[in-house]
């Protein structure tokens, strides 16, 4: 048997997605989405599911982040060699763009765990034989205009669901992580033709219904504005009439194509990633059912090697059942500070390497790396930056910052030169210190190393948020605005903070953040640390044992993938 064919018979879901992250190796991914999407693979490996993933081969990655003295961001591509982590499979087929034949290539990359393996496709058009213009339809991960964006999303949706059939899979369900690949579900309808006799109420000459019962769908934006739109006449030029027209905007929205609103209309089981997120969403899209199932992260992936030991000794089935890690909390205060201080203690390392910066192992560590961008809000710490100064003299405190900003989101931009103002106005009075080029590795070692997880986004914006909850894992406490899967997680004292109230305005989330740092969490960290180690050991046993992948994907397998129980290839 090849590499491929133990998979094709027993694969059933097949799971979209733009971006995962698979590996430190395979840089396409940006954020949030592409690290929720490699965990989920990560625990259907793991958890031996019957799963597929698909998505692009970057070959340029997304975004390689320099930072130079002056706080400014310059994009560099990030070549990977393909070759050396996937192997090209036989199979090619084609989608049309502009009108041209653009030919796909699937790569195979297998994801071997402990409790299995799956198989992921990497969809690849830099081939000889497509046209130029052609072979960097899938080169750089969210990049060129939206013509560019509108191709890959044909590459991802169409081609991929191409290539599965092809490679001989029989898939029973689709599921879309965000909108990007909703394209899919419109090359099933065209798959399902109504039977003459079928009575609808619709005017597709399609079979819906089979459609919906086979699609799943994950939002993960939580206004209107951040969904994917493209102009019919774009969609004409690209897409050409792959669908009839009408029939599209009866889908996806008269004025325009919203990818959100087609995939909603596609798929028969809808969520958001938070509960919150799931109540925001289903009010945008009043009519349907929008459900929600909150998102986790992979234990193994962003526990340190230390606590892993710690675990290892306490419930040493933690790794297959995560909801072990509430027995976590009986460990003794002087293990937790053990294991914390080797987790610091690479971290520290790790920035003086990048930096040339020497944090103090001895003083408070703020960990804050978020994708740049204007709601996450990254720089709030530093609104009050005299009385930050001050509260420092009082009891001492260090601010990691991480994250990069979309090449073309310029507030995104401006926010790191405003770190990177705030760093040196602040010299001698609080270490502040930007760590660049945020990715899988970088991630692994902050939230881990550091001691306080800060997250001010504006709520409702966070659609869940995750990265405090590898920081949980590794009992490192959240400091959070009250929004995505904080409002979950966050029992007052005992798992982290949060800042402010529900209802108080945004604009006073700063002032309340410095309150809480200066009344509660400074004097715990400095003067009971008895004390800090309960909410260490709170933030493992009641949150990292909650909010982990693990348990995402079986909510997923046992709720919404569903239509591979009783669809039959017909
Ligand atoms: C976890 C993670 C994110 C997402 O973090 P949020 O808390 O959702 O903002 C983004 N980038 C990297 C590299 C991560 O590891």
């Not at 934006?221 to 897409?239: C, K, M, N, Q, S």
């Not at 053990?338 to 971290?347: G, I, Q, R, V, W």
Request: net charge neutral; proline share 6%; with cysteine.
């Amino acid at each position: 048997m090849g590499p491929l064919e133990r998979f094709v018979g027993s694969a059933s879901i097949a799971y979209f997605s733009m971006e995962i992250a698979l590996d430190p190796a395979i840089p396409t991914y940006s954020g949030g989405l592409g690290i929720l999407a490699g965990d989920a693979a990560r625990s259907a490996a793991d958890l031996d599911l019957p799963m597929v993933f698909v998505t692009l081969a970057c070959r340029q990655g997304y975004l390689h982040q320099e930072i130079d003295a002056r706080g400014v961001q310059h994009d560099h591509p990030e070549p990977w060699d393909l070759s050396a982590v996937a192997r090209p499979l036989s199979a090619m087929v084609a989608v049309f763009i502009e009108g041209r034949a653009v030919w796909i290539r699937p790569w195979l990359h297998v994801l071997k765990r402990a409790g299995g393996a799956i198989p992921v496709l990497l969809l690849d058009t830099h081939l000889t034989e497509n046209d130029r213009r052609d072979r960097d339809v899938a080169d750089r991960l969210y990049g060129g205009n939206e013509a560019h964006r509108l191709a890959q999303e044909i590459v991802l949706g169409i081609g991929g669901e191409k290539v599965l059939r092809a490679l001989g899979f029989s898939i029973a369900t689709y599921h879309l992580n965000e909108g990007h690949g909703a394209l899919l579900p419109l090359a099933l309808l065209r798959q399902h033709p109504r039977p003459p006799s079928h009575v609808s109420t619709d005017m597709f000459p399609y079979d819906r219904e089979r459609v919906l019962e086979r699609c799943v769908f994950t939002t993960h934006t939580p206004v209107e504005a951040g969904h994917d739109r493209f102009g019919y006449e774009l969609v004409g030029r690209i897409l050409g009439r792959y669908i009839d027209l009408p029939m599209l905007q009866q889908l996806a929205g008269a004025g325009s194509l919203n990818m959100t609103q087609l995939a909603v209309n596609l798929c028969g089981y809808i969520n958001g990633v938070a509960e919150r997120h799931g109540e925001t969403t289903q009010k945008l899209f009043p009519g349907y059912v929008i459900r929600s199932i909150t998102n986790g992260v992979h234990p193994e992936t962003w526990v340190h090697p230390a606590f892993a030991r710690l675990y290892d000794r306490i419930c040493p089935r933690w790794r297959h059942e995560p909801e072990f890690l509430a027995y976590a909390d009986i460990l003794p205060p002087t293990d937790w500070f053990a294991a914390h201080e080797a987790a610091k203690s690479d971290l520290l390392a790790a920035i003086q390497r990048a930096t040339g910066q020497a944090l103090d192992p001895s003083v408070l560590i703020v960990g804050c790396a978020r994708r740049m961008t204007a709601y996450k809000r990254a720089d709030l710490i530093l609104e009050n930056l005299p009385r930050l100064m001050e509260l420092a003299g009082e009891y001492p405190i260090q601010i990691v910052f991480a994250g990069k900003a979309h090449p073309r989101d310029g507030d995104g931009k401006r926010m790191i030169a405003r770190i990177a103002d705030a760093a040196r106005r602040a010299t001698g009075r609080v270490p502040i210190v930007f760590l660049p080029d945020y990715g899988f590795a970088q991630a692994r070692m902050l939230v881990a190393g550091a001691d306080l997880w800060l997250n001010t986004p504006l709520p409702p914006m966070e659609a869940s948020g995750t990265s405090g909850m590898k920081a949980a894992l590794n009992g490192v406490p959240s400091l959070s605005v009250l929004d995505g899967w904080w409002i979950e997680g966050c029992m007052e004292g005992v798992t982290g903070w949060a800042i402010g109230t529900p209802d108080m305005p945004a604009e006073a989330h700063g002032a309340a953040l410095l309150d809480k740092l200066q009344q509660v969490i400074l004097p715990l960290f400095y003067k009971d640390r008895g004390g800090w180690a309960r909410v260490m050991a709170g933030a493992v046993s009641k949150c990292g044992s909650v909010f982990t992948s693990h348990r995402m994907m079986r909510r997923y397998m046992s709720e919404a993938y569903r239509g591979h129980l009783v669809w039959r290839p017909r």
